[in-house]
T-cell receptor, first 114, second 112 residues
Framework: EAQVTQNPRYLITVTGKKLTVTCSQN?????MSWYRQDPGLGLRQIYY???????DKGDVPEGYKVSRKEKRNFPLILESPSPNQTSLYFC?????????????FGPGTRLTVT | AQSVAQPEDQVNVAEGNPLTVKCTYS??????LFWYVQYPNRGLQFLLK??????LVKGSYGFEAEFNKSQTSFHLKKPSALVSDSALYFC??????????FGSGTRLQVQP
């Protein structure tokens, strides 16, 4: 089954404790992206990757890092989480970034930083 | 900057009645517009897109959207709502910078 998976689905952590949220897709997609969803703000892009070893900042990259060493994986790293990073996070992928290709979203990771 | 606006936080409709979820856009050049739906505790799913061509776009689950250039709108519609249509709906556009920009979302509640 074609899908985007994220782990963990739920995470409660404390300020300053490094964490990684994994994202994996099995569709051989080139483009992958991370978003955060906050009430009343819709989804905002954190980082994106056009292909292996090619990443770039989105609208809200501060406090986050990413890597793309393999085509299928695109982990999101929070080196020193803070309470304002409490949010719902979505990973997405598409064949390439083009208006012709829909994006496939993972199920989301709900992160709480205390 | 490319943007979309969803003026209603919530829309309530009775099952069997037609539904409309509103979206207006502010885009330079040719607009590329999408609708995505988020069911409870699920990721977002693609519903439909407008790239060019016919102003009435048909999508998944019986939804359609009408592109109106003069009113800069892209409203989502369905002739007969189902309770299972209750979800959060997002109007989306391409920023032109290899990213999507999302509206704030409209929660659709369909009452039995």
């Amino acid at each position: 089954e074609a899908q985007v998976t994220q782990n963990p689905r739920y995470l409660i952590t404390v300020t300053g404790k490094k964490l990684t949220v994994t994202c994996s897709q099995n569709m051989n997609h080139e483009y992958m992206s991370w978003y955060r969803q906050d009430p009343g703000l819709g989804l905002r892009q954190i980082y994106y990757s056009m292909n292996v070893e090619v990443t770039d900042k989105g609208d809200v990259p501060e406090g986050y890092k990413v890597s793309r060493k393999e085509k299928r994986n695109f982990p999101l790293i929070l080196e020193s989480p803070s309470p304002n990073q409490t949010s719902l996070y979505f990973c997405a992928s598409s064949l390439s970034f083009s208006k012709n290709y829909e994006q496939y979203f993972g199920p989301g990771t709900r992160l709480t930083v205390t | 900057a490319q943007s979309v606006a969803q003026p209603e936080d919530q829309v309530n409709v009775a099952e069997g009645n037609p539904l409309t979820v509103k979206c207006t856009y502010s885009v330079s050049g040719n607009p590329y517009l999408f609708w995505y739906v988020q069911y409870p505790n699920r990721g977002l799913q693609f519903l439909l897109k407008y790239i060019t061509g016919d102003n009435l776009v048909k999508g998944s689950y019986g939804f359609e959207a009408e592109f109106n250039k003069s009113q800069t709108s892209f409203h989502l519609k369905k002739p007969s709502a189902l309770v299972s249509d209750s979800a959060l709906y997002f109007c989306v556009t391409d920023t032109g910078r290899r990213a999507l920009t999302f509206g704030s979302g409209t929660r659709l509640q369909v009452q039995p």
